[in-house]
């Protein structure tokens, strides 16, 4: 929480010094009223009527500075907030292949959503309402300083108290903070579920188990913030219950020296006024350091800062020369092994075919060559560089991989196949040509601009398999890793893309197919055939 306050203490300051001029704005009203009063108990109507005036005057700068103020407080959460989503996706780019998907993509949502309203509402806003009431407890107690040092003496006791009670409930706030967004995340996590199944539910005539997974999934999400809100809630009724104890006190104590003439009549109107100010600032003040406290647990998720890897010099993996070479490759899910003793030989500019049963490790393998799976034994090497000398990023630089379930963003097909770079017609109409793209683009009145969809809802299943592939082609990578990427495409598009791809004598493919006909066969470097791991130990 600190690092973004210090981060932008520009724009904070600008907030924090319009709450100050506001809290002193407020301070100063209470000292006018005591004058306002004192016209009136001297019967003196000059003067009550010039106090009224200065009143009504403060009063208007207040209204006007308080509007600047909220304008620069709104200022300074939005730029905290982009801050923190950018170290979120920060913090997810430093994350592997396997470290990313150990969480389901619903509970990463919620740290955009859910997290970044949280530390809203738990931190920031009340942030400032905590400088707010300082500054008024500070200009309360210089204010009741000018009347007696006797109110100065209780009003620093009465703060002592209030800001010792909260420390007492900032672990169980913390605990239960931790809590909320745990249970949040997973919620959300069941929201997605259940709405992408929706149409599958429905089908089946499983109505009444939408219903109750969402009415679940919602309690889900309210049953923690009703436990913080309620033990928050008891805390406050207790520190509330001794700021209204040492009110009191203080009251007694104005009334007492304005009945022995020590101070003005009139302060037993502002004077309770500014004793009000003082406690329940010190009180709220109280209150808002226990929202602190349930704010560390959607902090702690912040491993990265955005800074921290824009400026990072990153490798740089050669352009394959030679072959990729696997020796003894043994692979295993848990206490599942997938692969076990493989050595295969890929030369540049070869085109190679995985077959096998399901199962057998077709998919694993081409993860293990973009170094999404890290934790293998045996070797793989690019031209002799061992593959644990680079990060799946500087692999990925010369490979381009196509799975059988393509993602499409909710942009346009140029957008997806581009990926927001520019590149020449020339290269855009190769790019269609080979991955037989041309023909659905022409019977679309948008062509290139028209909207995909979420995730490609506006396409047919082969035409996004046809825009994965443009979008493999014109980023112009030496190796191509292909998953079933053809298996959505007619027999006639299916054999149009993969000519293509065979007759670029650059690039170096790897496709994994079930099934091979011998004539299809016939047309790669080389075929072959994994076996499951238990089959090939035995």
Same mark, same amino acid.
């Given at each position: 929480?600190?690092?973004?306050?210090?981060?932008?203490?520009?724009?904070?300051?600008?907030?924090?010094?319009?709450?100050?001029?506001?809290?002193?704005?407020?301070?100063?009203?209470?000292?006018?009223?005591?004058?306002?009063?004192?016209?009136?108990?001297?019967?003196?109507?000059?003067?009550?009527?010039?106090?009224?005036?200065?009143?009504?005057?403060?009063?208007?700068?207040?209204?006007?500075?308080?509007?600047?103020?909220?304008?620069?407080?709104?200022?300074?959460?939005?730029?905290?907030?982009?801050?923190?989503?950018?170290?979120?996706?920060?913090?997810?780019?430093?994350?592997?292949?396997?470290?990313?998907?150990?969480?389901?993509?619903?509970?990463?949502?919620?740290?955009?959503?859910?997290?970044?309203?949280?530390?809203?509402?738990?931190?920031?806003?009340?942030?400032?309402?905590?400088?707010?009431?300082?500054?008024?407890?500070?200009? !309360?107690?210089?204010?009741?300083?000018?009347?007696?040092? @006797?109110?100065?003496?209780?009003?620093?006791?009465?703060?002592?108290?209030?800001?010792?009670?909260?420390?007492?409930?900032?672990?169980?706030?913390?605990?239960?903070?931790?809590?909320?967004?745990?249970?949040?995340?997973?919620?959300?996590?069941?929201?997605?579920?259940?709405?992408?199944?929706?149409?599958?539910?429905?089908?089946?005539?499983?109505?009444?188990?939408?219903?109750?997974?969402?009415?679940?999934?919602?309690?889900?999400?309210?049953?923690?913030?009703?436990?913080?809100?309620?033990?928050?809630?008891?805390?406050?009724?207790?520190?509330?219950?001794?700021?209204?104890?040492?009110?009191?006190?203080?009251?007694?104590?104005?009334?007492?020296?304005?009945?022995?003439?020590?101070?003005?009549?009139?302060?037993?109107?502002?004077?309770?006024?500014?004793?009000? !100010?003082?406690?329940?600032?010190?009180?709220?003040?109280?209150?808002?350091?226990? @929202?602190?406290?349930?704010?560390?647990?959607?902090?702690?998720?912040?491993?990265?800062?955005?800074?921290?890897?824009?400026?990072?010099?990153?490798?740089?993996?050669?352009?394959?020369?030679?072959?990729?070479?696997?020796?003894?490759?043994?692979?295993?899910?848990?206490?599942?092994?997938?692969?076990?003793?493989?050595?295969?030989?890929?030369?540049?500019?070869?085109?190679?075919?995985?077959?096998?049963?399901?199962?057998?490790?077709?998919?694993?393998?081409?993860?293990?060559?973009?170094?999404?799976?890290?934790?293998?034994?045996?070797?793989?090497?690019?031209?002799?560089?061992?593959?644990?000398?680079?990060?799946?990023?500087?692999?990925?630089?010369?490979? @381009?991989?196509?799975?059988?379930?393509?993602?499409?963003?909710?942009?346009?097909?140029?957008?997806?196949?581009?990926?927001?770079?520019?590149?020449?017609?020339?290269?855009?109409?190769?790019?269609?040509?080979?991955?037989?793209?041309?023909?659905?683009?022409?019977?679309?009145?948008?062509?290139?601009?028209?909207?995909?969809?979420?995730?490609? @809802?506006?396409?047919?299943?082969?035409?996004?398999?046809?825009?994965?592939?443009?979008?493999?082609?014109?980023?112009?990578?030496?190796?191509?890793?292909?998953?079933?990427?053809?298996?959505?495409?007619?027999?006639?598009?299916?054999?149009?893309?993969?000519?293509?791809?065979?007759?670029?004598?650059?690039?170096?493919?790897?496709?994994?197919?079930?099934?091979?006909?011998?004539?299809?066969?016939?047309?790669?470097?080389?075929?072959?055939?994994?076996?499951?791991?238990?089959?090939?130990?035995?």
């Amino acid at each position: 929480m600190t690092y973004y306050l210090r981060k932008y203490w520009k724009a904070n300051a600008l907030a924090i010094i319009f709450l100050l001029v506001h809290s002193a704005l407020n301070t100063l009203a209470s000292l006018i009223m005591m004058r306002v009063f004192q016209g009136i108990i001297e019967l003196d109507l000059r003067k009550f009527f010039l106090w009224c005036l200065a009143l009504m005057g403060n009063w208007v700068i207040l209204i006007a500075v308080g509007g600047l103020e909220t304008y620069f407080e709104a200022r300074a959460v939005r730029l905290m907030n982009n801050a923190v989503r950018r170290d979120m996706t920060a913090t997810l780019l430093r994350k592997s292949h396997s470290e990313f998907h150990e969480l389901d993509t619903g509970e990463y949502l919620s740290w955009f959503t859910n997290d970044v309203n949280q530390m809203e509402n738990l931190a920031w806003t009340p942030f400032f309402n905590c400088i707010e009431y300082a500054a008024l407890v500070v200009f !309360s107690v210089a204010a009741l300083l000018t009347l007696h040092w @006797s109110l100065l003496v209780a009003a620093l006791v009465n703060a002592a108290i209030m800001l010792f009670v909260p420390q007492l409930f900032n672990k169980r706030m913390e605990e239960l903070g931790g809590v909320c967004t745990r249970e949040q995340a997973a919620a959300t996590s069941n929201f997605k579920d259940l709405l992408a199944g929706f149409d599958v539910l429905r089908s089946f005539g499983r109505e009444q188990r939408f219903s109750r997974g969402t009415n679940a999934a919602s309690d889900q999400i309210e049953r923690p913030k009703f436990r913080l809100a309620y033990a928050k809630g008891f805390a406050v009724a207790g520190m509330s219950y001794l700021n209204i104890v040492c009110q009191m006190l203080l009251d007694v104590l104005i009334g007492v020296l304005s009945i022995r003439g020590v101070i003005l009549q009139g302060a037993l109107l502002g004077g309770g006024n500014l004793c009000g !100010s003082l406690t329940s600032g010190l009180g709220n003040v109280a209150q808002l350091l226990l @929202s602190f406290s349930s704010t560390k647990p959607y902090f702690d998720k912040i491993t990265e800062h955005g800074e921290s890897i824009q400026d990072e010099e990153t490798g740089n993996l050669p352009e394959l020369a030679s072959a990729i070479t696997v020796r003894d490759l043994s692979f295993q899910y848990d206490e599942k092994p997938v692969l076990r003793d493989l050595s295969l030989t890929f030369k540049k500019g070869g085109k190679y075919a995985l077959t096998g049963p399901s199962g057998c490790g077709k998919s694993t393998f081409l993860k293990l060559l973009l170094g999404w799976l890290p934790d293998y034994s045996g070797a793989i090497r690019f031209d002799g560089a061992d593959a644990h000398g680079f990060t799946a990023e500087e692999l990925q630089q010369q490979m @381009s991989y196509i799975e059988q379930n393509v993602f499409l963003f909710n942009s346009t097909i140029r957008d997806n196949i581009t990926l927001g770079e520019d590149f020449s017609e020339e290269q855009m109409e190769r790019a269609l040509r080979d991955s037989a793209l041309l023909g659905d683009l022409a019977a679309m009145p948008e062509g290139l601009d028209t909207p995909v969809g979420e995730d490609g @809802s506006n396409l047919s299943g082969g035409q996004k398999q046809r825009v994965a592939i443009a979008r493999a082609l014109i980023h112009n990578r030496s190796i191509l890793l292909v998953d079933e990427g053809t298996s959505a495409l007619d027999q006639k598009n299916a054999g149009i893309v993969e000519e293509s791809l065979l007759a670029n004598p650059e690039l170096t493919l790897i496709l994994v197919s079930h099934h091979l006909s011998p004539e299809r066969k016939a047309k790669f470097t080389g075929v072959y055939n994994l076996e499951p791991a238990d089959a090939a130990a035995a």
